[in-house]
């Protein structure tokens, strides 16, 4: 058993700092957390914020779960954040402000090709390398003061101890007792309830595989090994399917990093398979997954029945000699949804957000009470991951964020209960909405761009604009126009132009508008030119200020046109990134 108390590290440190003494055979907490996952270390901080004692057991050797093994990137930006989320993601970002984050690679290289952000006024970074992720749990952990102790799996045969519906005490196979007043299960497989008895089913969510991380970069790549007892006839039936088209698909990350992932490759692990399995017996399948995709790698850069442009293009690519080291460049973990999922006699109540999930690009509540099981039979365990109804399951994008609201709201929740003597399930939800909304947790959905034939005056999108010049689609959560905008981030140094003309019902005075998704990184002074009656006009537009019109529009000016107006958007001698997404003409009456 692993235990960390108060770290002290640099964000180039990432090491572990071990106590001398091992722990007591028994101790007590207010609350145990079993899963140092995004969604534990979430609940960890948040409860310790709020005054309370915390600790929480990993059964593994290393804390932050799938965003260290794989979940590398939010693919799913319209998820709201707020809170330690956006906390998270902040710390990415400024992570990669300094120069010193990029020894492989330029910042405005992967800034331009690969970056996406956030709408809101906070600098945010969406993509991020595992190491990096790892230093920023583990500063959390150490400015907080937080207890961690790593190795330490719950005894899944008679761990858990009761006192009628009360968890009263956990034991791990490390013979520790952990004593505690509320339990939260944040772990993937849902071993904590799972070994409380708490009712619960699986769900098909699909195959937990390996996501590796590649990089091409001759500096940092360790060629692919072939594996011990490898055996061609194994690949033969994947060998034969290989195309034309690339091996895989790149998720870039920066430093000139990729993650991959073979997602039909191999013999086939379904969540409920791994969640039944023995400890001994996850770390086998572990162990033959990675072994196996190991192998399908070396076959791709070496097998002379593998397509030549495909082998040449393979073995320009390896395993990154900076990640994983311990485990030699490949994860320890496997990517995948919780495998359990609550069930519950007791309803769900409308009107008790705690959190927004995203589906297929609709955004749904998640109520407070998917997170508890039935308080007749559990009264106080809460979970942020095995959610009744397999909500987290359904998620296809399982956004790192949305895990790290979720256990925050279980914190939250577990502090309040504490602090007003009563159980979570008769916590009033007002209090810990109050909480919440406090501590800049997102409870709506998010805005719903507006559609240009619903806006008052003449609305032209980007898409209707003459361009010129290579720019680029954003992907950003913002309140604009329809469902897009433009940038010229993949070629900043290049001219752009957007021309906006539009046929106006009569001649007339009009307000001129453009909107925009603002950010710290956009162009202060981004010129618009308008044509008009008596000539033209050039306004200069501070893209980094958040449009003054309902967010979405800011005013140009008002000028007398004839029947055909012209904006010009371009980013000439712009200092920063520039973005277009609609002009409206307004009449003036």
Known sequence: ???????????????????????????????????????????????????????????????????????????????????????????????????????????????????????????????????????????WVADEGLQIATLTPIDRQSGIIRDGTKITALRTLTGHTYHGQIFIDASYQGDLLATAGVPHTFHDSGQLTPRLLLTDDPSNRLPFAKPENYQRDDYQKAISQLTDGSPWTNLHTPNNKSYIDFAELGPPITSETYASASDTERAQIREAALRYHAGWLWTLAHDSGVPSRIRHYAARWGLCLDEYSANGGLPSQLLGHPSRSLTKSEPLIAGTTVAIRSESGESSPIHYGALLADASHTSNLITPTCLAGGLLILDQTMAESLLISLGQAAGTASALALDHDTTLHTLPYTALKTRLVADDLHLT????????????????????????????????????????????????????????????????????????????????????????????????????KRPEI?????????????????VTISNALADGSVVIDAVRWVPVY
């Open 1 to 139: 058993m692993r235990w960390l108390h108060v770290i002290c590290f640099s964000l180039a440190l990432p090491a572990l700092a071990v106590p001398p003494s091992p722990p007591a055979a028994e101790s007590s907490h207010e609350i145990v957390i079993y899963g140092a996952s995004s969604a534990g270390i979430a609940a960890g901080i948040q409860a310790s914020r709020m005054g309370r004692e915390v600790i929480i057991l990993e059964p593994s050797a290393d804390i932050g779960g799938q965003a260290l093994h794989g979940l590398g990137e939010v693919v799913d930006q319209s998820l709201p954040t707020g809170g330690l989320a956006a906390e998270f993601y902040q710390l990415i970002a400024h992570h990669y402000e300094d120069t010193a984050a990029w020894p492989r690679q330029e910042r405005y290289d992967y800034q331009y090709r690969y970056e996406s952000r956030t709408g809101s006024d906070r600098y945010q970074l969406w993509s991020f390398e595992p190491k990096v992720a790892r230093q920023i749990f583990l500063k």
């Open 445 to 544: 959905a998010p805005p719903i761009p507006l559609l240009s034939k619903r806006i008052e005056g003449i609305v032209l999108d980007e898409t209707q604009a003459e361009l010129l010049g290579p720019w680029a689609a954003g992907h950003i959560e913002h309140r604009g126009v329809n469902h897009s905008y433009l940038h010229d981030g993949s070629a900043p140094y290049e001219e752009h132009r957007a021309i906006y003309t539009a046929e106006l019902p009569r001649a007339g005075e009009y307000e001129v508008q453009i909107s925009y998704p603002a950010l710290p990184t956009r162009a202060t002074q981004v010129p618009v030119e308008i044509e008009h009656a008596s000539g033209k006009n050039i306004v200069q537009v501070n893209q980094q």
């Open 550 to 566: 309902a967010e979405i529009f800011t005013s140009v000016g008002r000028y007398h046109f004839d029947q055909t107006g012209c």
